[in-house]
Antibody, heavy 120, light 109 residues
Framework: EVQLVQSGAEVKKAGESLKISCKAS????????IGWVRQMPGKGLEWMGN????????RYSPSFEGQVTISADKSITTAYLQWSSLKASDTAMYYC?????????????WGQGTLVTVSS | QSALTQPRSVSGSPGQSVTISCTGT?????????VSWYQQHPGKAPKLMIY???KRPSGVPDRFSGSKSGYTASLTISGLQTEDEADYYC?????????FGTGTKVTVL
């Protein structure tokens, strides 16, 4: 069974760094793109970027390039999303998702989400 | 890339049909047949409901259907049920990237 288990909620201060994780299981980690999606409080979904763990090919949304770093560790089948200096506007729920069953264009398995709260 | 435009809310009584529109441009919805729809209940992760404009993933009830005409995709829920009350987002693949819609709250009266 495909599962994505994300790390727990984080409370941080502006300016701090953070790395959240998405542990994948139940499929061949290196064969499928994993994406990250942001949902700010009370707002809609925003695609942040994708990574192909096999060769760490990464595609960022222009809105997020330079603001976050996406990475993956094949040895522990885990994808990451990190910030070097958080802002209050980074407060949001972050989801990882994998393109698995229905072709290369759709995310059909999702993590439970990681809530990041940044205080100023 | 701007978000695709959806109505803020739609509503209907149990058993009725509702349709949600998703309007984009020639560069996204109009240029690709890779439109999907996601359902999100409060506090839950999104769930894929429609892909390739019209196809339903395994397990999704056939009362959910999708279509597209020009720059506008649509999701129709026929025979509305109380559990269909949720937020719905369209999404278009745009050449190595994605753009989501603004989201629509479906209320079952």
């Amino acid at each position: 069974e495909v599962q994505l288990v994300q790390s727990g909620a984080e409370v941080k201060k502006a300016g701090e760094s953070l790395k959240i994780s998405c542990k994948a299981s139940g499929y061949t980690f290196t064969s499928n793109w994993i994406g990250w999606v942001r949902q700010m409080p009370g707002k809609g979904l925003e695609w942040m970027g994708n990574i192909y763990p096999s060769d760490s090919d990464i595609r960022y949304s222009p809105s997020f390039e330079g603001q976050v770093t996406i990475s993956a560790d094949k040895s522990i089948t885990t994808a990451y999303l990190q910030w070097s200096s958080l802002k209050a506007s980074d407060t949001a729920m972050y989801y990882c998702a994998v393109r698995y069953t229905y072709g290369p264009y759709y995310f059909d398995y999702w993590g439970q989400g990681t809530l990041v709260t940044v205080s100023s | 890339q701007s978000a695709l435009t959806q109505p803020r809310s739609v509503s209907g009584s149990p058993g009725q049909s509702v349709t949600i529109s998703c309007t984009g441009t020639r560069s996204d919805v109009g240029g690709y047949n890779y439109v999907s729809w996601y359902q999100q209940h409060p506090g839950k992760a999104p769930k894929l409901m429609i892909y390739d404009v019209t196809k339903r993933p395994s397990g999704v009830p056939d009362r959910f259907s999708g279509s597209k005409s020009g720059y506008t995709a649509s999701l129709t829920i026929s025979g509305l049920q109380t559990e269909d009350e949720a937020d719905y987002y369209c999404c278009s693949y745009v050449g190595y990237s994605y753009v989501f819609g603004t989201g629509t709250k479906v209320t079952v009266l």
